[in-house]
């Protein structure tokens, strides 16, 4: 069957103006759970909400921590998506899921993704809109691995959008890792200068957002 991603923007969009199916108690992990025509299930993940401190402490706690089985993944990330895995596994069980979201909803989908596939409920797919990097080389092979097996995965990338290029490298050593390469969207503008932070997100919130995500995603289904 094959993949809507306009359907799927357009559902992460809405994640950010609809009340959540289901949430954790900081309502850091927030998604909305939306059943299609075709009876699978999709479970959208909100990105960051600049009015919640909670969000914002998840967004800036990348200090790794080593999990067993994975190796070094962000801290803020992958407890985020620990604390609601379980409500996700009620919501989902004995159908076909399909996992998303936006920035920080998307790395929080791929935590998710992983946890339940680690418990034989792998979803269909695992589509992510801007999202930052979860884990360290290792675990990004570990949670590929994982995935890979019945899981289609696409990380999308727009224009010169930086945050699916955070946590930045550190002196050139590539740490930070995705579990796979990121599909870009539009055109790819210069090098990001993580010396100019504040600039650099500045400059380009206008592609990190999801409207422009789900514009990005119809032109190119269009052709």
Sequence with gaps: MPIDHRFIARLCREAYGSPPDIADTDLVACATVTPSLDGHIYVAFRGTDPDNVHDDLADLEFI???VHGFGRVHRGFWDAGRGITSQVAARVTGQTYHLTGHSLGGAIALVVAVRLAEAGMPPATLTTFGA???GMVEAAGAMKRLLARQTIITMY???GDP?????????MVEDWQHPVPLTQLGDADEAIDWL???KT???RLGDHAIAAYETA????TLG
Excluded: G, S
Excluded at 163 to 171: D, G, K, N, S
Excluded at 217 to 220: E, F
């Design 163 to 171: 945050v699916p290029h955070l946590p930045p490298q550190v002196a």
């Design 132 to 134: 930052p990097r979860v």
């Design 157 to 159: 990338r727009h224009a």
């Design 217 to 220: 995603v119809t032109l190119a």
């Design 201 to 203: 997100l500045a400059d």
């Design 196 to 198: 100019d932070i504040r």
């Design 64 to 66: 790794p921590r080593m």
